[in-house]
């Protein structure tokens, strides 16, 4: 979808200033970012989303480095999925946690969980220095149809996910979880779960954000095929 097509008509678009790659050493990133952000409702972020953008709180944005076409959006095709043996197998370790549905609140047990996962799998890249603010504004402002889904063994908090809900999808915002309980691949977890609320809900995808074929931070998305890629404006199966 072109950026002067509805609904993106009253909506602009800007280019920040380079910053530092998170995911390619030595490299040197941009990001596309839709404003204002009050326009930016359901219909329009869904629309945003198929087209490659992202939400961080409540910037929407795509990459746009002049040079590098490295990060590819991707979705997984619900209907097709077939999940392999080592993931119901990961599926049936976890099976006893029960998943409730939050509103965007804070949560003293949330953030001390955040806090420790980012210790444990981001130690020294900033963000697990994050104060309550700063996690505040990341994962608990929205302005779609945001939810946070938290995940219990008995009375113990393992795991945490934000989630929105758009037109044809699941879009995965962030998920944290126990770095103590490794052996219970919550991570895997998270991302077969919300495969299933998507098939509940009757949605053909699970968007998972970007997948970067040299990152080893993303190789796990090519796990869940069939996996589609937006390259070249179009949305295609991605074969690793």
């Not at 998270?190 to 040299?214: F, H, T």
Request: aromatic share 12%; net charge neutral.
């Amino acid at each position: 979808m072109h950026p002067t097509e509805p609904p993106f008509q009253r909506i602009q678009f800007y280019l920040t200033a380079h910053y530092d790659c998170s995911y390619l050493p030595g490299q040197r990133a941009r990001s596309q970012v839709a404003t204002p952000t009050h326009l930016i409702d359901s219909h329009a972020y869904s629309a945003l989303i198929r087209a490659g953008f992202r939400r961080s709180g409540q910037f929407t944005y795509r990459p746009h480095c002049e040079l590098c076409h490295a990060c590819v959006p991707v979705r997984v095709d619900v209907a097709a999925f077939v999940a392999s043996r080592s993931q119901r197998r990961c599926r049936k370790r976890n099976a006893q946690l029960a998943a409730r549905f939050l509103p965007l609140d804070f949560r003293d047990e949330h953030y001390a969980l955040y806090r420790a996962y980012l210790g444990s799998r981001h130690a020294g890249g900033g963000m697990d220095r994050d104060a309550p603010d700063q996690y505040t504004q990341f994962l608990l402002s929205s302005n779609v149809d945001s939810v946070l889904v938290e995940f219990r063994d008995g009375d113990t908090l393992v795991m945490v996910a934000v989630i929105d809900q758009i037109d044809d999808g699941v879009s995965a915002v962030y998920t944290f979880f126990d770095p103590e309980r490794e052996r219970d691949s919550l991570g895997v977890y998270g991302v077969l779960w919300q495969i299933e609320l998507a098939r509940r809900l009757n949605l053909p995808y699970l968007y998972l954000g970007y997948w970067i074929a040299d990152s080893r931070k993303m190789a796990y998305k090519t796990q869940y095929p069939p996996l589609e890629g937006l390259i070249e404006g179009r949305w295609q199966t991605i074969t690793p």
